[in-house]
């Protein structure tokens, strides 16, 4: 799953740079691919040695950088975090995104970092607690009669 996420981030980070022409393109790619891995912290952290190389050679490629990389962001925050927890803990990429914002609201930067594991806790808490517990035992009383 998330290592899904680093190569697409590395991908799109190298060809964006590539294109843009500044310096060191893979490098800077796999720095921002390898920081995905530290949600909403690890961007901010990648965006900084390209926006500096791209300072030393013009002032606009560093805008341009910095509105690539939040577009990138965009799209693993709003694409692929959803579609890759839909497939690894089967959360509908509503729910994800739902309760990252939920959370958000309610508990701050704290509340983002623990959106998702705390959904799956409660998720799996409810398919062992009320489906296999309760609704098991139900349908296995009915069924004898």
Same mark, same amino acid.
């Given at each position: 799953?998330?290592?899904?996420?680093m190569g697409?981030?590395?991908v799109? /980070?190298?060809?964006?740079?590539w %294109?843009?022409q500044?310096?060191l393109?893979?490098?800077?790619a796999l720095?921002?691919?390898?920081?995905?891995f530290?949600?909403?912290?690890g961007?901010?952290i /990648?965006?900084?040695?390209?926006?500096v190389?791209?300072?030393?050679d013009e002032p606009?490629?560093?805008?341009a950088?910095l509105?690539?990389?939040i577009?990138?962001q965009?799209?693993?925050?709003?694409?692929l975090t959803?579609?890759v927890?839909?497939? =690894?803990v089967?959360?509908?990429? %509503?729910?994800t995104?739902? /309760?990252?914002v939920l959370?958000a609201s309610l508990?701050g930067?704290?509340g983002?970092?623990l %959106?998702?594991?705390l959904?799956?806790v409660?998720?799996v808490?409810?398919r062992e607690?009320?489906v296999?517990?309760?609704?098991d035992?139900? =349908?296995n009383?009915? /069924?004898?009669?």
């Amino acid at each position: 799953g998330i290592l899904f996420n680093m190569g697409v981030i590395t991908v799109l /980070s190298g060809l964006s740079l590539w %294109a843009l022409q500044v310096p060191l393109p893979l490098a800077n790619a796999l720095f921002a691919g390898l920081l995905t891995f530290i949600p909403n912290i690890g961007p901010v952290i /990648s965006v900084i040695p390209p926006i500096v190389l791209a300072l030393t050679d013009e002032p606009w490629k560093a805008v341009a950088v910095l509105i690539l990389y939040i577009v990138i962001q965009q799209v693993e925050g709003l694409l692929l975090t959803p579609l890759v927890m839909e497939r =690894q803990v089967s959360l509908l990429p %509503a729910v994800t995104l739902i /309760s990252q914002v939920l959370f958000a609201s309610l508990f701050g930067i704290a509340g983002l970092f623990l %959106a998702l594991p705390l959904v799956v806790v409660l998720q799996v808490w409810i398919r062992e607690l009320v489906v296999k517990d309760i609704l098991d035992r139900w =349908q296995n009383d009915h /069924s004898e009669v």
